[in-house]
């Protein structure tokens, strides 16, 4: 079992539509999770991080976390093309390494 | 503010020859992190230093190592190149540490072993 895992993809969704994406994760002692996106040919850049259990909401994006689950999810409300990427799941222990899942790829379609 | 610069972007090697990757954090960041980004294994953790000292490492064998100089400056070297160490290395620079996982990402050195 992969530490922290996301479905691979494509995932394809119109423009405008809810983008749902999603992350498990195997360590129960993992304290600190976050969402990358990464455009082809680019470097990961941070978007969303989150600590407790709940919802946070930055903007279009929401991160949801449920630890009795171990899951973690991003949704992206009225998606455009510019969002078009693979976002990749982050989970940290405190005092350990960061662990990344394999990424979603993400199509936005107009 | 400048950004996480990594020299060089692009180097060929042989195998068994060896390479060292630069990492210039952003100014003020005292953590280093050294990741190894394949389309097979994702992004793989390989370590981070922090004020000079080695603070985690990832599950690389021991021909990686880095080391972190008192400007924050990091290098990371590749002994004995193998085929399979071909990838994208990236750097990201961090106020305080992979625990606040706000990472700042290097555009990479993209490294491939003939």
Known sequence: QKEVEQNSGPLSVPEGAIASLNCTYSDRGSQSFFWYRQYSGKSPELIMSIYSNGDKEDGRFTAQLNKASQYVSLLIRDSQPSDSATYLCAVNKLADDMRFGAGTRLTVKP | ?114
């Open chain 2, 1 to 114: 503010k400048a950004g996480v610069t990594q020299t060089p972007r692009y180097l060929i090697k042989t195998r068994g020859q060896q390479v060292t990757l630069s990492c210039s954090p952003i100014s003020g960041h005292r953590s280093v992190s050294w990741y190894q980004q394949t389309p097979g294994q994702g992004l793989q953790f390989l370590f981070e230093y922090f004020s000079e000292t080695q603070r985690n490492k990832g599950n690389f064998p021991g021909r990686f190592s880095g080391r972190q100089f008192s400007n924050s400056r990091s290098e990371m070297n590749v002994s004995t190149l193998e085929l399979g160490d071909s990838a994208l290395y990236l750097c990201a620079s961090s106020l305080t540490g992979l625990n606040t996982g706000e990472l700042f990402f290097g555009e990479g050195s993209r490294l491939t072993v003939l």
